[in-house]
């Protein structure tokens, strides 16, 4: 889309999201959209209505770095929030990805190799497991380099078994495929990704439209394996630099913990 139209959309979808307890108006009779309206906004980020709606409409192009700062504070955006709303709010010139198959480097699949004790992989672009280690597969079917983490969460029933806070998953699932969608990128793959999870599933597309941005994450999640029980495993990530939004995503477990012991459990059931 243009940017100026990906830039009123995420205004639009960011204002909707705050309340006004959160930012001290008061609320008054019945109100017939959620959120702020956009004299609401424009007050509290010290701007102009009229101004605030040209940028909603696309009608400026170029506000300043003090506008968009402003926006942000009045949109209670986090870091992440804030920097994709600086890519849409600052002109770059467009280009095409490449439809080249994504790689990655040697010497990151030699590296996950040899975390025998950890399970982890390396996404992509549009969220697919380019690689993994032996205990990731071992831990699901759905870590496996070629399957997609975001088909998987919101399309295989396996998802919503293996992991006990779906909901959460799913939030952060979304946050980061949006993060992966640049704005000055056209990128026929991610767009035909999301347009297949968004005719597939509600709940994708409810969480797609509220523009939540987010490409690293650290929860603590309970994962079920069918045959060494249940595993609470810390989740770390890593931008790998030089790499098309590829991120290495590791899981493990507190030292000398249940899990510990489960995972190395399951690593003794890997064939050698």
Not at 6 to 19: H, M, Q
Request: glycine share 6%; proline share 7%.
């Amino acid at each position: 889309m243009p940017r100026s139209t990906a830039l009123g959309e995420y205004l639009r979808a960011r204002r909707a999201l705050v309340r006004h307890d959160e930012v001290g108006l008061p609320t008054v009779g019945r109100r017939r959209v959620p959120g702020l309206r956009r004299e609401e906004l424009a007050a509290l980020a010290g701007i102009s209505s009229e101004y605030y709606l040209r940028l909603e409409q696309g009608r400026d192009h170029h506000p300043s770095p003090q506008v968009i700062d402003s926006l942000a504070r009045a949109l209670r955006l986090d870091a992440a929030g804030t920097a994709h709303l600086y890519e849409l709010a600052q002109p770059r010139p467009a280009v095409r990805r490449s439809e080249q198959p994504e790689d990655v480097r040697a010497s990151v699949v030699e590296l996950l190799a040899l975390w025998r004790a950890t399970p982890a992989f390396v996404t992509g672009r549009c969220m697919d497991i380019l690689a993994s280690n032996a205990l990731a597969v071992a831990l699901s079917p759905l870590l496996a380099p070629g399957a997609n983490l975001a088909r998987a969460v919101f399309l295989d029933p396996e998802m919503r078994r293996l992991v006990d806070d779906w909901d959460d998953v799913a939030d952060r699932a979304v946050a980061g495929l949006r993060a992966r969608l640049r704005p000055n990128v056209e990128d026929a793959r991610l767009a035909a990704l999301i347009d297949e999870l968004s005719s597939a599933s509600d709940r994708f597309r409810v969480l797609w439209e509220r523009h939540d941005v987010e490409l690293s994450a650290h929860p603590t999640r309970t994962f079920h394996h069918p045959v060494v029980g249940s595993l609470e495993l810390k989740t770390e990530t890593f931008i790998i630099p030089g790499a098309d939004s590829q991120v290495l995503v590791v899981y493990h477990a507190a030292p000398g913990s249940v899990s510990e012991h489960a995972l190395g459990r399951l690593r003794r059931l890997i064939p050698e």
